[in-house]
């Protein structure tokens, strides 16, 4: 079982920066298939940002460039910073794993980019 806790997100205005943390219950060291997800509302939740077990990050094309997924093993975070955001950004951020064949996600986090 692995709890996923995210938290970093809030209200900014288009071309300002936050960076989102994603806190496990347990270690992360051997955890390849993480990341991070997003859904607006009326829209389906998508792919933002992962690591998969081949070693390689995956980037949504809408984001390249601008975001950068990020983990730190010893403190079992994993990090999405966000820079030059847009409006079109705005959703609730999802923090995912995936662990022994199941798929574990957090509450969310609200991100508001403002005009």
């Known amino acids: 079982q692995v709890q996923l806790v995210e938290s970093g997100g809030g209200l900014v205005q288009a071309g300002g920066s936050l960076r989102l943390s994603c806190v496990a219950s347990r270690s992360i060291f051997s955890i390849n298939n993480m990341g991070w997800y997003r859904q607006a509302p009326g829209n389906q939740r998508e792919l933002v940002a992962t690591?998969?077990?081949?070693?390689?990050?995956n980037y949504v094309d809408s984001v390249k460039g601008r975001f950068t997924i990020s983990r730190d093993n010893a403190e079992n975070t994993m990090y999405l910073q966000m820079n030059s955001l847009k409006p079109e950004d705005t959703a609730v951020y999802y923090c995912?794993?995936?662990?022994?064949?199941?798929?574990?996600w957090g509450q969310g986090t609200q991100v508001t980019v403002s005009s």
């Open positions: 690591f998969t077990s081949g070693g390689r990050i």
């Open positions: 995912v794993s995936r662990v022994a064949g199941l798929t574990y």
